[in-house]
């Protein structure tokens, strides 16, 4: 089974800043999510992470404002820049098992204030 | 990508076997259907997967129907640690996994 941790767990940020959630998975995988998860709200898919290509961004976000890197098959990052209080939400990786199962990090809770 | 739709909200006391449909009306050919349950501050963890008829493993049951536009998830005689949101989305084909709203579970004492 994979299992993924994701640094930090938890921020408390100041708007205009920007911040950087790691994720690390145990084996390689072709691809990775992210997810952004506001409060009471369902998980909205953020964007792809292809290792060796430029990230696939879903409608309504922007490498400009989430810019992803994804430098090897188990590894990749998030960024929130220039942050305002409506992107406190919690933020997670996700992969696929070979069974066709998500597995899940354990979020990164952003609060900006 | 496969739209779901799930009832936003259900109440179950404890003992009680509680069964969610999910509409998935244009879920692909290779699709299958996964449910997931969430509690709170934690990410969605994998219940059951199925592609058509019946699937059950050691936590609930997944009853697909011939045509494949809905499936419900069976939770036998739940619990209090049931309390939970699920989701259902289809996956595996089209590998852009989607979540719809979940239906929040409420189990009473």
């Known amino acids: 089974s994979a299992v993924i941790s994701q640094k930090p767990s938890r921020d408390i940020c100041q708007r205009g800043t920007s911040l950087t959630i790691q994720c690390q998975v145990d084996?390689?995988?072709?691809?990775m999510f992210w997810y952004r998860q506001q409060p009471g709200q369902s998980l909205t898919l953020i964007a792809t992470a292809n290792q060796g290509s430029e990230a696939t961004y879903e409608s309504g976000f922007v490498i400009d404002k989430f810019p992803i890197s994804r430098p090897n098959l188990t590894f990749s990052t998030l960024t929130v820049s220039n942050m305002s209080p409506e992107d406190s939400s919690i933020y997670l990786c996700?992969?696929?098992?070979?069974?066709?199962?998500?597995?899940f990090g354990e979020g990164s809770r952003l609060t900006v204030l | 990508l496969a739209k779901t739709t799930q009832p936003i909200s259900m109440d179950s006391y404890e003992g009680q076997e509680v069964n969610i449909t999910c509409s998935h009306n244009?879920?692909?050919?290779?699709?299958?259907i996964t449910w997931y349950q969430q509690f709170p501050s934690q990410g969605p963890r994998f219940i059951i997967q199925?592609?058509?008829t019946k699937v059950t493993n050691e936590v609930a049951s997944l009853f697909i129907p011939a045509d494949r536009k809905s499936s419900t998830l069976s939770l036998p005689r739940v619990s209090l640690s049931d309390t939970a949101v699920y989701y259902c989305l289809g996956s595996g084909g089209s590998y852009i996994p989607t979540f719809g709203r979940g239906t929040s579970l409420i189990v009473h004492p």
């Open positions: 199925g592609y058509k």
């Open positions: 996700s992969v696929f098992r070979d069974t066709g199962e998500l597995f």
């Open positions: 084996s390689q995988v072709t691809m």
């Open positions: 244009n879920i692909a050919t290779n699709d299958y």
